[in-house]
Each structure stands twice: as C-alpha cells, then as structure tokens.
C-alpha cells in the first residue's frame, strides 16, 4: 500500500509540474541582460553553441524569444524545444511576460503597407537597431593591449593586414598585408610582410606589379587610354624593396617608411593618362625616399554588433585618409562587412572608396568565414569631371577565430 501511495505521488507531481511548465508560455523581451542569472548563462551559452546572433554587449538579447510548448523562437530562428532547453526555462523570472499560445496563433488578415515601403525600410531598419558603444565597461578591457595587431581577417585588396600571434600577451606574432589599410582592388601594387613584437612592428615591402594598373612593361608606350572599370590613373605605385617600423597601440599607429631599392635603372614606370578636356596628366602616388605616417582610430568600438570596427584618421604615404571599417556588422539577420574611405587631395586626386560585403550566405562552418561584395572607387576622371574610378570585387577570408584576449575575454 505504501508503495502504491507512493507512486501516485509521483505521477501527480511530474504531471502538475509539466501542466504547470505547459502553461507557461511566455516571452524573454528584447534587451535582456542574460549574464545576471545562473539560468540566463546557460541560455547565454546554447545560443553561441548554435550560433544565434541575437546577442550584442556579450550578455544583452537583441530581439524577443518565444517560448512556446513545442518550440522556442529566437527572433524568427525556430528551434525544437528540447531537453537542455526545457531545463532552461522551468522557473524562468527575467524579463518575462507571458503571451498566448504560440502554435494557435491566427496570423489573420496579411498586413497592408505602403507602396513604398521597399524604399524606406530598410533605412528604417537601421535607424531602429543604431548601436554604438565602447568595451571599456569592463574590467578587463585594456587601452595598452600588447596584441592590438591581431587580426584574423585576410583581405584580398586593402584592408588592415592580416595579423596572426605567436603568443598572447607579450605581442610576438607576425602580419601579411596585400595594398595599404585605405586602398581597395587594383589600386596600390604595395605587399608587405612583418614580424610583431611587443609594441613594435617591423616588415619588409614589395610589389606585386600585377595589382595596380598599370606599368609600361619596359615598352615605349608610356601613355595609355582610361580604362573603362579599373582605374589606370590615381593609384600608387611603390619601391621594389622597402622597410617600414612602426609602434601601435589601441588609440594609435606611428610608423616610418624607407625605400631600400627602386630598380629604377632596369624597371618600367608607370603609364601616362591624360585629361581629355584639359590635357593635364591625371595623377599617381609613385612612392620614394622617406614617408612618416599615422593612424589616430577609436579603439574598443562596437558599432552594429561589431567588436571589429572603428573611426580613423591617418597618414601614409604622404597622403591624408579619413574613414571607417567595421567586421561582422548586424542588422536582423544579415552580417556584413562595410568600409568607407576619403583620399584627400595632394598627391593623388581626392577620392572616395566604399566597399560591402555579405559574409553570412554560407552554410555550416563557412558562415562569417568568407565575405564578398562590390567595391566601388569615385574620384576625378579622365573626362574631367567626377565619376567611377574603378567598380571591382573584393573579398576576405576568415583564417581563424583568435583575437585579442586583453581586449575581449
């Protein structure tokens, strides 16, 4: 009989306990603070697991999650309300509110909008999820991180250099760069290459004469016709063997340019396109002799979702830039990478360089591993007025997921 009894205490407790769970349908509201409970860590921890981007500042939701009987909505990702997830939500209190059952739900009537709607929402979107901030908030956030150059994306054309560590803390590691940090596809024939330590920087460059339009190619023509979509004017073209020192820290870069070798009794030099209207040659940068430069940027910024991104103004090659660069940005549910940079006038004509692209149409492991998009270069043309420079593809790889433990652990 006492065995009987209890049994049926049993039965009558797991079933109220699932009625109970059952009837508690409920919504986690957007903006969540899920670091501030031992069940919100764990939530925290299966949504990196399944790679849900729905979180920015580390520990806040970005949109509401849904939590119905048989399935769980994060935003409008579904996923199966399964074991781990059940013991997630039994006795959850924050940020809660309870909603109606979620698979009974009449969508009704579809919702009527206005015609021009394409048009305005997407500017609405990200006016509605507009985002910046810094990592400082946390204690162990440093503004003298010793492995500031860490950098895991390789860029076909420009971008920052590629930046791989032998060890963290002490800053040993090395860096690869394709073209300057502010030149995009066929623009600069500049490569370089380098070790990282401590502070200091110190890399060996080159040329790749293939990546800038365009060398004479040791013929007697040296003037040449505009090219139609890669721009064979305002480029830069560098020494054969140079050395570059430089000393970083989050906030800013210094850095000093030497020319070793410009081959230049046995090279050819660039050619010649002229203005149509005026007659006057359209500039380029050919780079020699001595150059100082600098990078004053916004260190630590999260802009979008990215921890990746930042504002800069810099000098290198005796020209000004001014800009922005910001890795795995997010609005909804599309990732992508934007970057935006002004040439000021001097040695080159001012232009404007822009670039996007999509990095999260990859299934499986390849998702933010590889990005590609248009990038798009405007200034002064040959028709003397302003226009497309060059409009080409370019893109990046994502060699490895280290970063900086200083800057975000």
Request: hydrophobic residues 40%; glycine residues 8%; negative net charge.
């Amino acid at each position: 009989m006492i065995y009987i009894l209890r049994i049926i205490i049993f039965v009558n407790i797991f079933f109220i306990s699932n009625i109970c769970f059952s009837q508690t349908e409920f919504t986690i509201t957007a903006g969540c603070n899920l670091c501030n409970s031992e069940k919100g860590k764990a939530l925290l921890n299966y949504i990196n697991n399944e790679k849900i981007y729905i979180i920015r500042d580390s520990c806040l939701t970005t949109t509401d999650i849904k939590v119905g009987k048989e399935k769980v909505f994060f935003g409008n990702i579904p996923k199966q309300l399964n074991n781990d997830l059940s013991e997630i939500f039994k006795g959850w209190f924050s940020c809660k509110k309870n909603i109606d059952s979620l698979e009974n739900v009449d969508p009704g009537e579809p919702i009527k909008s206005s015609i021009f709607a394409p048009f305005y929402y997407i500017p609405e979107r990200i006016v509605s999820q507009w985002q910046i901030g810094t990592t400082f908030n946390f204690e162990t956030k440093k503004i003298f991180s010793l492995d500031y150059y860490v950098n895991p994306y390789l860029q076909a054309f420009g971008g920052d250099p590629l930046g791989i560590p032998f060890s963290y803390g002490n800053g040993v590691g090395m860096v690869i760069g394709f073209g300057t940090p502010y030149s995009g596809p066929f623009e600069t024939d500049f490569v370089k290459g380098g070790l990282h330590l401590a502070l200091f920087e110190v890399s060996v460059t080159s040329r790749i004469k293939e990546f800038v339009l365009k060398y004479s190619a040791n013929t007697n023509k040296t003037v040449d016709l505009p090219n139609t979509w890669l721009g064979n004017w305002n480029n830069i073209f560098t020494p054969h063997l140079g050395i570059e020192f430089a000393l970083e820290i989050p906030a800013v870069r210094i850095s000093y340019f030497a020319t070793l070798d410009t081959l230049q009794d046995v090279t050819d030099n660039p050619i010649i396109v002229y203005n149509e209207v005026t007659g006057v040659p359209m500039k380029n940068n050919v780079v020699r002799e001595e150059h100082f430069g600098f990078e004053i940027r916004t260190p630590n910024l999260i802009f979008y979702n990215s921890r990746d991104a930042k504002f800069y103004f810099a000098r290198q090659f005796s020209e000004y830039h001014l800009g922005f660069v910001g890795r795995e940005m997010k609005i909804d549910n599309f990732i992508f990478d934007f970057r935006m940079d002004a040439t000021f006038p001097g040695k080159r004509d001012f232009q404007l360089l822009t670039e996007l692209y999509m990095d999260n149409i990859w299934p499986g492991f390849a998702n933010k591993a590889f990005g590609f998009g248009p990038s798009l270069r405007l200034g002064s043309t040959p028709f003397n007025n302003f226009g497309i420079i060059s409009a080409f593809v370019n893109f990046r790889l994502k060699v490895g997921d280290f970063f900086d433990n200083n800057l975000y652990d």
